[in-house]
């Protein structure tokens, strides 16, 4: 299986993500590292459906729960 990763590194505390998608079975359309997510637009190779996949976190410092909190709900 390969595999197309997308990775935000650890700031402090908080970050880290990873996210994998299987290229045998996607094709990969798009992809985002935001402040608090990354994600990816795929397209299934068996039926052309599309998929957004985001990956999500939300820090753990009272003073950056403002700035979270506006972003998600955009």
Known sequence: MDFDWLTKLTNGHFGGLLLGINTDLFN???RDVGEFYIGMVV????????????????????????????????
């Open 43 to 74: 397209e299934s190779k068996k039926d052309n459906k599309k998929w957004t996949i985001i990956n999500v976190y939300s820090p753990v410092q009272s003073e950056k729960e403002g700035s979270f909190l506006s972003r998600i709900v955009k």
């Open 28 to 30: 990969v359309l798009d």
